[in-house]
Every structure is written in C-alpha cells, then in structure tokens.
C-alpha cells in the first residue's frame, strides 16, 4: 500500500474568500467547504476558489482570482453595497493555481462600504467567497486574511508578530488594526481551568484527565473550559500541554497527561476538540522535547531522530491530525544544540509539512534564539517580550537589512491573522467577567475527578467504606489542606477548595475532633521546591504520637493519612526524602496509625494527593487501602468521598509507570542533566516501554487501576481491511455492583531492521457503565500509523514485515488475550525526506546494551575534599554531599590548573568514578591517583561530558579531577565505587 502524501491548502484556504462578515455569519458555518474528502486510498478537496487580490480605483475593479483546481465555466463578480448591487460574469477556462483578472467599471463602490461576492458555477465543483469593505479597505474575516495582510504596513506586521503583555494575569494579547477590521485576541494559561487573577473553575489535571481513558469525557470539561474564557474574553488558552513524562520526577508532568506518545495524542486531541468547539483556540506546547524543568531555558535534548520522531513528536502529529488546533508553542530548551523556536526542520518540514499544521505558532515566554532565526524557522509570533517597542522595532530593522525576508513575516501575518479571524474575538462580544452555570461546572468536576482517581490497592475489599454513622481518625496534612492543582502557569485561582475533610463530611462521616485539631493551623506545603534547603520537608507534616494515635483507633472506625506533595512549572522533583520517597514524619505516622489500627481490628486507607508517582512499595504493606486521587480540581474532597464511599466505582488508569526506586527508571543517571545538555539514554524505552522489555518490576504498571466489581475479557477478535485492523473483545462484568472498565489494546513488533519494546499501546476503549452480569463488545481501528516505525538512515516511516502480535489486557501487565497476524511486505508509509538535527551518536540503551547500573557504596560521599579555589556560595563539599541539586564550582584560568581532591580516608580498591558537572571548557581533562596526597599518578585522560563515568582498576587514598583550562567548572558529583 502506497501512502498518498497529504496535500497542503493551508494558503488556498487562508486566501479562499467567503460571505461572512458583512452578513454577521458565523465562521465556523464555512467548515463544509473545506472539507477533505477521504475515499479509500485516494484524498479528493472541493473545489477553492481564492481572491488574490481585489483593488478598487476611482470607478473600477480589477478583481485577481484562483481556483485550486482546473475550472472552466462561469465567474460572477457581485459588489453590494447597502444602496447598490452590480453583477459581472465573464466565462473562464483555468487551470488549478492560475490565476485570471477580472476588470470592470464600478463607479458607485470605490469608497464606501461594500461587500464582494464571486462565485462560480458550471462543473460540480463550484464555490464562492465574499469580503467586506470598509472606507476601501477590506475587513478581516477567515477568507480576506491575504487581502488584509496586503494592506498592513511593516511597523503593523512587526507589532503581530511580538505579542503584548495583558491585564488580569492573563498571558498575552496582540496588536490591533482597527481600519482593517482587525481586533485583539488574549491568550491566558491552562490547562486545568483558565489562570487569571480571579477565581474560575480548577478541572483536574492533565494527568488526571488521562487517567480517566475517555476522550468524551474530557471534551467534556474542555468544552466548560472554553465556556470559562469566552466569560473573561479570552480566544486563545495555552494548553494542552503534551510533553510526554519522560521522568517520573518531571516538575510539570501534573500538566501533561501520560509517558505513551499514543495516549497523550488521543488525549490532546479530545482536549482540544472539546475546547475548539466553542470557538476557543487550542495551543499544543511545548514543542518539543520539552521534558524537565531543570536548566529548561537552556539544556539541549541529546536524543536520536527516531526517539524524537516516534515518542516526543508523535503525540503532536495525532492531535494535529485529529482536532487541528489553532496554535501550537515551541519550547524554551534545545534539541541537539538548537532552540526548538529557531529549528526550521522541526516547525516548517515536520509540524506544518508533514503533520500539516495550519494555525500559527508562537514561541514559549521570552524563549532563546534571534527573532530573524525564529521567522526564518517558521515561528511565527515572539511571545513574552521584556520589551515589546524595542523588539518590534528590531524586526523592523532586520526586515530593513534583509536579516528577515519579507515574505517570511508576510507568512507570520498571514498565520496569526487566519486564526485571529476564527476566533470568538471577531463577534460584538460582551464579557460577563463572571464564571457561568458554576454548580453545573462544578458537578462536572466532582465526577470527572471521581473517574480520574486510580485505585492502587484494596485488600480485604476495605473500600467502599460504609457511612452509615461512621467516624473517621483523619491523618495527614493534606486531608486538610487537599492539593487540587500544581502552581506554576498551570495554576488555576479558585474561589474554595473541597478539602479532603470536608468531602468526607459531606458524604456524612464525623471526623474525629481530638485528631482533627491536631492539624488546625497545619501549614500549606511552601509553593516552591526546597529540597536543597529542606531535604527531609518534615515541616509540613506534624509529629504524631503513638498514645494519641492509638487512643484514635479506639474511638473511630477508619483511619485516612492523605499523603501530598506540591509540584511546579521551574522545578523538577527529586530522589529524596520528602519528595520520591516519605519523609521521616510521613513514614512514623503511616507505621504507627496502621500498627493501631489493624491491633483494633480497623481498616487504613492511604490517599495520594501528587502530581508524580511516588515510592509506594516500602509502605504499602501497612496501608489496607491506596487511592491516588493526583490533583483533580478543586471538587477534589468531594470526588474523593465518592471513590470511598463507593458512589463512584472507581475506574480510573495509570497513564504512568510507578517504578519501586526510581533507580529503576530508565534515565534514572542522565535526568535531569546540566545546563548544557541533557542525554536522553532511554531513547525508545520510555515509560512502560523500558520496564516492560527489560523485565523491571514495577510498583503499579502502566494501565494499571482495580475496581469494586470485576471483569472478563473475551471474543477478542482481530479483523483487517485493506491494511486497516479491527480489535474488538467483549468485556462483562462478572462482579456484583455496576462499574466501568477500558480495555487496552496493544501491539507487540517484530525486531526487523529497528528493534522495538516488547509491547506498545495501539488503541483502547472505554465501557459505559456495566451493570453486574451485563457486558459490552468494545473495539478499536489501528492504522499504519500505529505500526510504522521510524528509520533513520533513509528519513521513512515503515510498517517491517514479519508476524505482529495484537494483544488486549485490563494494563500492560494484565494481558488477557493475543493474535498474531503475519504482514508479508514491507509498508513504506511516509517517505519524509528531510532527517533532522538530532543527534544519532552517543549511548542508548538497546536490547543488547540494557541499562548498566551504577551501584555499590559510593565510597566519596562526604569525606573530605581539598579544591584549588571556590566560587562564593558554591562549596567544595557539595561535590560529595549525595545531591545532584548542589555544586561545587570554580573558575579556571589558562595560568593555572583547577582541581579537587577527595580523600578516601585510607588506601582503597577504587573500581569506578563518575563525575556529574557541567563546564564551558573543551577538551580532556585528568583523573590522579595519590597514597599521600604528594606523589600522583595519572590514572586517565577522559574527555568531558556531562556525566563521566570512568572505568579504574586500582587503588589508592586520594582521587584527584584536574584539568587547565579558562572558564567556569562545576562539580555536582564525584563518586567513587
Ligand atoms: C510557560 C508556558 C506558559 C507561558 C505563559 C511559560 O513560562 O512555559 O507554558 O504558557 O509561560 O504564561
């Protein structure tokens, strides 16, 4: 099978002129003239007519137009003013692209106010398109954008393409040009509700969202989202956010929905859907690769093509594809040394070319790289300017000097004004700046949030609990000061919080009063990450006491210990106490309220209130009960009591791995890098992908999520047409109470020429609500795009030939039944031509190259250590302190070696060194080994990167790293094994 390349009208269709504006028709009425026509293998469009260009001098027009294919018959030119209509038709043979004049004399409309309506007629392909004229000059619509363009002088341009700040905390607002129709649009953050100064409506996450595995539902907050800005005349909101949570200690991963690229595309294609149909415009960010917070305005993503292309990119391509959304956002770090915001091949070859992209896109707050290289590049607005005059005025100048093309800011223009003209921004708006049907919105986010929560664990079935009268021992400092989003851009002000307490009050449990005043006055956790200063982040948790506790567990029925931990835009988390792991106070108080507990006789439910995964499996034996209820809006007690209580069966999915350590994880050494680069090692083997192929145990896989009933999978059936497949299972619930359950289907590849992870997700589908005994076939269509796998060498995707297993399970652990089908040839699915700038050349993992662990006592962790200087506040012994967050660093000079010195304490068998740091010097530096501290031998040359991880086979007291170089040098860790 052939793939036939899908052709581009994104200029036809920007130029293409429709009755609209003078009539007060709504844009998006227009969307069946657009419309592309599939038909087997074939892709046939309607026919487009295009204005070129319309001008009217003293008495007569000269109209130029086009049509997109090859038309012969007749033109009608109407010009129509309030007083007025003149009709001219003119027989006309042309070919698609080639475009014809019309002239005719026109006294009465040359400089008043007049509509243009051509239209053709004469095959069965036909079309028409009109503009309005104001004093001459044509009127921004969807279908005058190039004559609108044509219009606006160089200052005008520039001034698009640099956005503007904007009032009410929102993001952004653009230029106006009020003798061209052309109004404002205002850009505000999401993606959990709209972030402005005043209290709207905080959704659940986007982790949550993906837990919940149904598109619809998430159309379904979106759509209230849309409804929430168009209140606050806001066009354009700035998510989703798509980055796949590469890194469980990822800061923003609260925003983004899932470690799989084909999960996160579905999601950010119903988001987007939902969102776009009320006339807001989405914005995909942050393209790409944009995986941590750590260094994220400058590290550069050392990662291969087919990485980037089939994990980081990929869910770009099926939101593209699927829900065509307005905008898109480049993002702050590099790829391969490179701005994201200034990669032409990234931008213009692969988002607008291959993926067909035909919104604008604009470039994270204050981005890196010129503004001349992002229009070059196909970025076409500067977003976040410290100064909007003196930027505006630069792209002037550049244009002047022909650092930027004209033609490339034209295109800017033309992008942002075609989306400018669909927006909500073109109607006689009138904001309310009031929140609309909230008890509604609310309700949505209640059970929205209900379907999200995954539950982890439920021996014994301790859940639902009863609440006939029923009293609670609450634990925890966020049962009473519940997290309901992450901070950062993605924070949504909300007018109240359900907390845990309150939720739980609601559904009529008593809270036990002697526990509950524990906590009065508990502290919030502090809105920034601290692990440096505070590692253990034992302050935000109260020290309980065993007498009270068990006096507690005499009184209540239930204990409940909220665990939660506060996540943010800037910052990633860390492998530490009181982050990944408990902190003390955390993990004395799960201990002791389960010993009290469970020596009653009473059940201990633990809840999880993170944006990340967190390690579960030292403690979880203790807990009877697990819930992670993530942060899922600001309804989140209410949800949460439903999930308890069993009003809502719990249905939700892990859209990520829980590792046991997270030195399990994949990139566990090379995350989160240094300022300079950060290496992506796992390369395809991302997320469940790594654990699954390298047979890793996990805590709770990927898909992973239990129910109050339980369900059988059968009939699972796998049909093809034409390349195309049909997975279908029936799915029954055999258990006693009614719930949901999304079955997932996945493919498993031949190693061919390109090896792959023993088992992908391709598709998956969620049941309605199944009473006990009833069942449902649910089924999903694979495509190409689902086994095409990218090969670097000759820039194609290709489906391999050879025997493909298809696989349906309850998670990707849980597989309940498989059928292997046989492809005999290979698929040449996209031919792309253009390979782009990642790098193809350093360590991955592979099958044959499994992760190698760096393990054993590091034998340098705070010993003493000797350093030629130190820069102020940048210590020495933060080289040896265990933390990758400190440093040591120094400046070196050509005139003198910088160096450190750890000392061992005695003569040691020394196996290994590897050094963590960051330094702008070139070059190779050395490793000394020394029994005294006076006689050194060298024991290696090594070139720098950002981890060095150097073999040694000998032993001594002393390790010394030197090297003379000039520049700056930092160390955040040496250790030695
Ligand atoms: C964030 C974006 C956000 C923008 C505007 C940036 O710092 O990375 O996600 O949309 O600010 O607030």
Redesign the pocket.
């Known amino acids: 099978m052939v793939f036939t390349k899908k052709i581009r009208f994104a200029c036809l269709v920007l130029a293409t002129i429709f009755l609209c504006s003078c009539t007060g028709q709504s844009a998006s009425t227009l969307e069946n003239t657009d419309t592309t026509v599939q038909k087997g293998e074939e892709i046939l469009e309607t026919l487009k007519l295009n204005i070129e260009s319309f001008k009217a001098d003293k008495d007569k027009y000269t109209a130029k137009l086009a049509f997109d294919r090859d038309f012969s018959g007749q033109v009608t030119v109407l010009l129509k003013s309030e007083a007025n209509s003149q009709e001219d038709k003119k027989d006309i043979s042309a070919k698609g692209g080639e475009s014809f004049e019309i002239t005719a004399s026109a006294p009465q409309f040359c400089n008043g106010d007049f509509s243009l309506i051509v239209s053709a007629e004469g095959t069965d392909m036909q079309d028409s398109a009109s503009v309005k004229f104001k004093n001459g000059l044509p009127q921004l619509s969807v279908d005058s954008v190039k004559l609108v363009a044509d219009e606006m002088t160089l200052q005008e341009k520039a001034s698009l393409f640099v956005a503007m700040g904007a009032e009410r905390n929102m993001?952004?607002t653009t230029y106006v040009v009020e003798r061209l129709g052309l109004p404002t649009i205002h850009?505000?953050?999401?993606p959990a509700g709209l972030?402005i100064d005043t209290p709207t409506v905080g959704y659940p996450s986007g982790t949550n969202l993906a837990n919940t595995w149904d598109g619809e539902l998430v159309k379904k907050i979106t759509s209230y989202m849309g409804d929430d800005c168009k209140s606050y005349g806001v066009d354009v909101l700035?998510?989703p956010?798509l980055n796949i949570q590469k890194n469980i200690l990822g800061g923003?991963n609260f925003?983004y929905f899932s470690e799989d690229p084909y999960l996160t595309g579905m999601m950010a294609a119903s988001y987007t859907s939902g969102l776009q149909s009320t006339g807001v415009g989405a914005?995909l960010?942050?393209y790409a690769a944009?995986n941590q917070e750590s260094n994220?305005g400058s590290y550069s993503a050392q990662v291969t093509e087919r990485a980037l292309r089939e994990i980081y990119l990929k869910a770009f391509d099926y939101a593209v594809d699927i829900s065509s959304p307005y905008t898109v956002?480049t993002?702050?770090n590099r790829i391969a040394g490179t701005y994201t915001s200034t990669m032409k091949d990234l931008i213009c070859d692969i988002l607008k070319d291959e993926f067909a992209f035909d919104g604008f896109v604009m470039s994270?707050?204050?981005a890196g790289g010129g503004k001349d290289e992002m229009i070059h590049a196909g970025n076409d607005m500067y977003?976040?300017s410290p100064d909007v005059a003196k930027d505006v005025e630069a792209v002037v100048d550049m244009v002047r000097s022909r650092k930027i093309k004209m033609e490339d800011l034209d295109r800017c223009c033309e992008n942002i004004l075609s989306v400018i003209a669909k927006t909500n921004a073109m109607t006689q708006r009138r904001p309310e700046y009031e929140v609309q049907n909230k008890e509604e919105k609310l309700q949505a986010v209640r059970s929205v949030g209900a379907e999200s929560m995954v539950l982890l664990k439920n021996d014994t079935q301790t859940l639902p609990l009863s609440n006939d009268n029923k009293e609670i021992a609450l634990f925890g400092n966020a049962s009473y000061v519940t997290e309901h989003c992450g901070y950062?851009?993605?924070y949504v002000v909300v007018d109240h919080v359900v907390h845990v307490k309150e939720g739980l009050e609601n559904a009529s449990f008593t809270i036990n009063p002697k526990i509950a005043a524990l906590y009065d006055g508990c502290k919030r956790h502090p809105h920034v990450l601290t692990q440096e200063a505070n590692p253990i982040n034992d302050e935000f948790e109260i020290v309980l006491d065993e007498r009270t506790v068990k006096r507690s567990a005499s009184e209540s029925d239930y204990a409940i210990f909220t665990i939660s931990r506060m996540t943010m835009?800037?910052a990633d988390h860390a492998d530490c106490k009181g982050d990944f792991s408990l902190n003390d106070r955390e993990r004395n108080a799960i201990k002791i309220i389960s010993d009290a507990f469970h020596a009653e006789g009473k059940k201990f439910i633990v809840l999880i209130n993170t944006g990340n995964p967190i390690e579960v499996k030292s403690w979880a034996d203790m807990a009877d009960a697990i819930v992670y209820i993530g942060l899922s809006g600001e309804q989140i007690g209410n949800s949460t009591a439903d999930i308890l209580t069993g009003a809502v069966n719990p249905s939700g999915k892990l859209a990520c791995t829980w590792p046991i350590t997270y030195g399990d994880t994949a990139c566990s050494e090379y995350f989160p890098g240094n300022s300079e680069i950060s290496t992506y090692y796992d390369d395809i083997y991302v997320g469940y992908r790594y654990y699954t192929t390298f047979d890793i145990d996990t805590a709770y896989e990927f898909g992973y999520g239990l129910s109050y009933t339980q369900f059988e999978y059968s009939d699972f059936q796998v049909s093809e047409n034409s390349g195309k497949y049909t997975l279908s299972v029936k799915v029954t619930n055999i258990g006693s109470v009614s719930g949901r359950e999304t079955a997932q289907f996945y493919v498993s590849k031949p190693d061919g020429k390109n090896e792959h992870p023993v088992i992908e997700l391709v598709g998956y589908a969620k049941t309605p609500i199944l009473n006990a005994g009833e069942d449902a076939v649910v089924s999903v269509n694979v495509t190409e795009k689902e086994l095409m796998t990218y090969f670097t060498a000759d820039s194609k995707w290709i489906v391999e030939k050879g025997e493909y297993t298809f696989s349906v399970g309850a998670s990707v652990e849980d597989i309940k039944s498989s059928t292997k089908i046989t492809i005999n040839e290979e698929i040449q699915v996209r031919d792309v031509e253009n390979a782009c700038t990642p790098v193809n050349d350093f360590e991955i993992i592979t099958k044959d190259n499994p992760k190698s662990t760096i393990s054993g006592e590091n034998l340098a962790l705070n010993k003493t250590v000797y350093v030629s200087g130190e820069e102020a506040g940048y210590l020495a012994e933060y080289a040896v302190d265990g933390s990758y967050h400190t440093r040591w660093s120094a400046l070196g000079t050509t005139e003198n070696f910088y160096w450190i010195t750890v000392d061992l304490g005695k003569i040691t068998d020394i196996d290994r060194v590897v050094i963590r740091w960051e330094s702008n010097t070139e070059g190779e530096f050395s490793v000394m080994t020394s029994n005294d501290n006076v006689t050194w031998k060298r024991a290696k040359m090594c070139k720098y990167e950002a981890i060095n991880n150097i073999q040694l086979d000998t032993s001594a007291r002393y390790v010394k790293i030197m090297n003379k170089a000039t520049g700056f040098f930092s160390i955040y860790s040496i250790e030695i094994f």
Do not use: F, I, P, Q
Request: charged residues 25%; glycine residues 24%; contains cysteine.
């Open positions: 993001a952004a850009m505000a953050d999401g972030r700035l998510s956010g923003r925003e914005c960010k942050h944009n994220r956002m993002s702050y994270d707050w204050g977003c976040g950062g851009a993605g835009e800037g």
